[in-house]
């Protein structure tokens, strides 16, 4: 986990309230990545970003937002769009955007909703 | 979209023994990469290996990767409890405008008997 923090570790939200999850790395990464894991599942990218200010949808963007105003910070919001929000999720950062990079991952936040 | 998937999805062992997870993908790749987690945990980054390359090794890990099949095997040899973990292999994919994205299968549960 070294290097990326994510905070809380355990989050717990009424259903209609936005929330908003930290992710923050010292690594000195240009990327970062925002991922969904359900139990049983693989992970799922939400969104990520290759330089500051700029971010791209991953594959379920859909009820979710992000910022990327510094290059340590990667905040991510589950809005209440988001039809099934409790889920663990994992912030993970990368030297670069290319594909021979390896990630390198928070301890994830698990978020429950009710 | 999960182009990795992992097969067996778990995998009870002795310790002492050897542990061998498989992937399968679907489409061309430029690398494969695995990663453990450990349960309510971040992922770790573990191997990479190239689609140029056959087989690389790292301490008691050995992968192999055999294109023609879209296959690709983790070994753990002489196993440790501490192993316990969920295996993921992860595929790059093109996501467009010069970016890839990691999509990771839904893992190998293996478990190391004491």
């Known amino acids: 986990d070294g290097g990326i923090t994510q905070s809380p570790k355990y989050l717990f939200r009424k259903e209609g309230q936005n929330v908003t999850l930290s992710c923050e790395q010292n690594?000195?990464?240009?990327?970062m990545y925002w991922y969904r894991q359900d139990p049983g599942q693989g992970l799922r990218l939400i969104y990520y970003?290759?330089?500051?200010?700029?971010?791209q949808k991953g594959d379920i963007a859909e009820g979710y937002s992000v910022s990327r105003e510094k290059k340590e910070s990667f905040p991510l919001t589950v809005t209440s769009a988001q039809k099934n929000p409790t889920a663990f999720y994992l912030c993970?950062?990368?030297?670069?955007?290319?594909?021979?990079?390896?990630?390198?991952f928070g301890p994830g936040t698990r978020l429950t909703v009710t | 979209s999960q182009q990795g998937e992992e097969d067996p999805q778990a995998l009870s062992i002795q310790e002492g023994e050897n542990a061998t997870m498989n992937c399968s993908y679907k489409?061309?790749?430029?690398?494969l990469q695995w990663y453990r987690q450990n349960s309510g945990r971040g992922l770790v980054h573990l191997i990479l290996?190239?689609?140029?390359?056959r087989e690389k090794h790292s301490g008691r890990l050995r992968v192999t990767l055999d294109t023609s099949k879209k296959s690709s095997s983790l070994l753990i040899t002489a196993s440790r409890a501490a192993d316990t973990a969920s295996y993921f292999c992860?595929?790059?994919?093109?996501?467009?405008?010069?970016?890839?994205?990691?999509?990771f299968g839904k893992g190998t549960k293996l478990s190391v008997i004491p």
């Open positions: 993970a950062s990368s030297r670069g955007q290319g594909f021979s990079y390896e990630q390198y």
């Open positions: 690594l000195n990464h240009d990327a």
């Open positions: 970003s290759q330089i500051v200010n700029d971010f």
């Open positions: 489409t061309s790749i430029n690398n």
């Open positions: 290996i190239r689609s140029n390359e």
């Open positions: 992860a595929t790059d994919a093109y996501s467009g405008a010069g970016s890839y994205q990691l999509t």
